[in-house]
């Protein structure tokens, strides 16, 4: 008998849409029990288009020969100590955010998506969390397996996990995913699947990957393109869970535009690091914040969001302020780390005149006027001996928990400052993003784990800021942080190189 | 003779990360111990989830079973991603190569009738069990505690999901590719009365909360008993009916069995081994479990393989969990 020929898509429904069925003996809602409570209308499951038809024998074959070739060039850049080839030991630094900021989100991706893997109703959309889910896995295993090696030659990187549980500034991101854990399983989908993957990825990922590219770090720019086309994978899986939702029941879109607006903002916020490194972090330049912005958000987001208006989707709420954003942010943070490098866990540094001036060139309408000469200033006292940095402990936004280091963008002298109040406790914010998602939840904010209120309330140990660097975050101080100049960082770089 | 390639040595700093040097001294790690062991965040949680607000996001409490270390749950294989997707893709390799091998050669008109439909009786229903089977791993992947067991949960669940997709292969080979088996085999696990058991124990499993004792239910005991009945007894079967091709295509799932095997077997022997609480639990899951899958699988291992079949395949279990410790 001659089989016949089966479409791709005939072939997936056979071999994995027709896996479920209806339920005789248990309530299904019982096993799939987190659908209903968003208030999120799914109609009809078997409606959902499956994003990548990639069965389990044809993920293991790939990825298996994705993983060989990542390995090997992980054993030879070990091998030949490739940490030499590195432009400058100031590009470690960007590393060190990384791993202790960004490979445990990948991480809780993997959790979160297990999760959803597990409890959406409809199997298709299950199996391809599920594949997510795994992937992501795999993203924190390689990123640990590249930075391995720089961990033997460099100080930071060694209990990034134990960092990212408890230093003040990783509360950042860690706090973004949990919250998008802690949401409903379908708000997790568009803040990860959607917001972060689809929209914001190339301004995460995508940049730490190019700094690895520009910068000689072979490790990390292969993890890289071997994670490209998950990546990919991930974009369209995050682009489905948006239309399925809107297609699904009109009452779906307010909540979804609710969502999208809370997680822009939340997204923004996140990528204040990202604009720092980019813009100082370094050595050799991709392209500053700004421009990164504008084509890969500002032109990429704003055909999406044109696309998606004909389900009654809008920008995101404050896109207008983003928009000034991109002129400030990376200044802003950058000199708050500065001044609080004692506190970091990588060094800091003053740009070079070169990165002053390429700064200048990029930022024409604000660099000059309000930046330069804070950094002018800091040159002058670090000639005198008197490297700058702040004793005190900054005040956190109860949202993003950022320190509150944004100022009002139209008046880049004022920090912005906003407050609410909630059962008789007041609450800070540095925006009106902020404030907006706190009191649209206020009971899941109350809870943020603000590291500067819980070492002002002693759960940190102390008493002094160096104690708990050193006791609660296990911080090798004076090594692992501070400035560059001086650093054993760059001592053990000038005795590699034989310069004095 | 050998030759020796001058390389320029540094001496590092440290030869791991400090997690792992505190588990196991200032030496070189393996890649295993580096990608597993404490990645998965314990403290400071920030908002507990909306769909379980008892519990923090990462909470042990979601098993009755409690451990000092929940790293103590070391693979045996070792498996990280890049290990196991390496040695699932070499499984694959021989498997796709059956396949091929069976379909080119058209091995399936050496079938009888009978053999044929006790293939599509017996064997292709599976696919709803190892569908199960995925989701009542992922459920251990997302509420598990420590990535020791977490990512071998997660490619377990996996696993399942590919030994479903095997089984309907076999289906649409048997039916040319019109989808016919498969909806023949998934009429008899919805209808026939001797799957009405094992999917309402499916069924059961799904709405069980401790993940734990689903691990228990799902990975020790049903997959011992239905391994054995099915892909030792009935491949015995089949084989002796002259059907032994069908061979071909059940490889994948035979290794694989011996693998997870050894897995579970060593999570069982670990939990056991951790305090008398643990074990009495574990023997109670186990007993309940057990009971509950005998009476589901006697109708199948009955019209499958006749009366002695069941007890065999509980002898081979019940030898297992003695061995891992539990009197």
Redesign the interface.
């Given at each position: 008998m001659a089989a016949k020929k089966l479409n791709i898509k005939d072939k997936y429904r056979l071999l994995t849409r027709d896996l479920d069925w209806e339920f005789s003996y248990q309530d299904r809602n019982k096993a799939f029990p987190f659908e209903e409570f968003e208030g999120i209308k799914i109609t009809d499951w078997s409606k959902w288009e499956d994003p990548f038809r990639l069965t389990m024998d044809a993920y293991w074959k790939y990825q298996a020969e994705k993983e060989r070739k990542l390995y090997a060039i992980f054993d030879a850049f070990a091998q030949n100590n490739g940490q030499l080839n590195i432009s400058d030991p100031r590009y470690v630094n960007a590393l060190k955010i990384f791993l202790t900021g960004v490979s445990p989100l990948e991480y809780q991706a993997f959790q979160g998506f297990a999760h959803t893997g597990r409890q959406f109703g409809g199997v298709g959309a299950r199996v391809a969390c599920q594949m997510q889910s795994i992937d992501e896995l795999r993203h924190v295993q390689t990123q640990v397996h590249a930075m391995s090696h720089y961990n033997k030659f460099f100080d930071g990187l060694q209990d990034w996990s134990h960092m990212h549980d408890r230093v003040w500034y990783l509360s950042v991101p860690k706090s973004f995913f949990n919250d998008a854990r802690a949401a409903g399983p379908f708000e997790f989908m568009v803040a990860i699947g959607f917001s972060f993957e689809y929209v914001l990825t190339n301004l995460l990922f995508v940049p730490f990957m190019s700094g690895a590219a520009y910068n000689g770090d072979m490790a990390t720019v292969t993890f890289g393109f071997s994670a490209q086309s998950d990546e990919a994978r991930h974009m369209t899986l995050g682009l489905e869970v948006i239309k399925f939702l809107l297609e699904q029941h009109e009452d779906n879109v307010p909540i979804v535009q609710r969502w999208i607006d809370k997680w822009f903002w939340r997204g923004t916020r996140l990528l204040t690091i990202v604009s720092m490194m980019m813009d100082y972090m370094l050595p050799n330049k991709v392209m500053s914040w700004k421009e990164a912005w504008e084509v890969y958000f500002e032109e990429a987001g704003g055909a999406l969001f044109k696309d998606l208006a004909r389900y009654g989707i809008r920008m995101p709420k404050y896109a207008d302020i983003i928009e000034k954003e991109k002129e400030h942010v990376s200044h802003q943070a950058w000199w708050t780390f500065y001044t609080h490098g004692h506190a970091a866990g990588f060094h800091t540094w003053i740009p070079t005149d070169e990165e002053l001036d390429w700064l200048s060139e990029k930022y024409p309408d604000t660099f000059d006027k309000y930046y330069r000469p804070r950094w002018e200033l800091a040159k002058e006292m670090e000639a005198k001996g008197e490297r700058f940095y702040t004793k005190a402990l900054p005040q956190l936004c109860t949202t993003c928990q950022i320190p509150m280091l944004f100022t009002e963008m139209d008046d880049p002298t004022q920090i912005s400052y906003r407050d609410s109040i909630y059962k008789g406790d007041r609450y800070h914010f540095c925006s009106d993003g902020c404030k907006d998602i706190f009191d649209d939840e206020p009971e899941k904010f109350v809870q943020s784990w603000l590291p500067v209120h819980q070492i002002f309330q002693g759960n940190c140990g102390g008493p002094d800021v160096e104690d708990i660097l050193r006791d609660y975050y296990q911080m090798n101080v004076g090594v692992d942080n501070m400035d560059i100049k001086g650093s054993p960082d760059e001592e053990r770089w000038k005795k590699w190189k034989g310069v004095a | 003779m050998s030759i020796e390639i001058k390389?320029?040595t540094?001496e590092?700093?440290?030869?791991?990360?400090?997690?792992v040097?505190r588990r196991f001294g200032d030496k070189p790690a393996t890649?295993y111990q580096?990608?597993t062991y404490?990645?998965?965040?314990?403290?400071?949680?920030?908002?507990?989830?909306?769909?379980q607000p008892e519990l923090e996001?990462?909470d042990p409490r979601r098993t009755a079973i409690v451990m000092s270390d929940w790293y103590a749950f070391k693979d045996p294989r070792q498996f990280?991603?890049?290990a196991y997707?390496?040695q699932?893709?070499?499984?694959?390799?021989v498997?796709?190569s059956n396949y091929a091998f069976f379909?080119k050669r058209?091995l399936a008109?050496f079938l009888s009738d009978d053999a044929r439909a006790e293939v599509i009786r017996f064997l292709v229903p599976l696919?709803?069990l190892?569908?199960t089977a995925?989701?009542n791993n992922?459920?251990g992947?997302?509420?598990g505690f420590g990535?020791a067991i977490?990512?071998a949960l997660?490619?377990n669940?996996?696993?399942r999901?590919?030994m479903?997709?095997?089984l309907?292969?076999i289906g649409?080979?048997l039916d040319?590719?019109?989808?016919d088996a498969?909806a023949e085999a998934?009429q008899q696990?919805?209808e026939a009365d001797i799957w009405?058991g094992l999917?309402?124990l499916c069924?059961?499993t799904?709405?069980t909360e401790d993940w734990f004792e689903v691990m228990l239910a799902q990975n020790l005991v049903m997959d011992a008993l239905v391994t054995d009945l099915v892909y030792r007894q009935f491949d015995q079967k089949l084989c002796d009916a002259g059907a032994q091709d069908i061979g071909m295509l059940t490889e994948f799932m035979q290794l694989w069995n011996k693998d997870a095997t050894r897995w579970i077997d060593a999570v069982l022997k670990t939990a056991v081994a951790e305090s008398e609480e643990n074990e009495a639990l574990l023997a109670q899951w186990i007993e309940k479990w057990r009971g509950k899958a005998a009476e589901a699988l006697a109708p199948l291992a009955d019209a499958m393989l006749g009366a002695d079949a069941l007890g065999e395949a509980l002898a081979l279990l019940d030898k297992r969990v003695a061995k891992a410790g539990i009197k």
């Open positions: - | 390389t320029a540094m590092p700093v440290r030869n791991t990360y400090a997690n040097e890649r580096e990608a404490d990645l998965q965040s314990e403290t400071n949680f920030h908002y507990r989830p909306l769909w996001l990462n990280y991603y890049g997707v390496q699932r893709a070499k499984m694959q390799e498997a796709e379909e058209d008109r696919r709803h190892e569908h995925n989701l992922m459920y992947a997302a509420y990535t977490t990512q997660l490619f669940g996996m696993d999901l590919g479903a997709q095997y309907s292969r649409l080979i040319g590719n019109s989808g498969l998934k696990w919805l009405q999917r309402a069924e059961e799904l709405v």
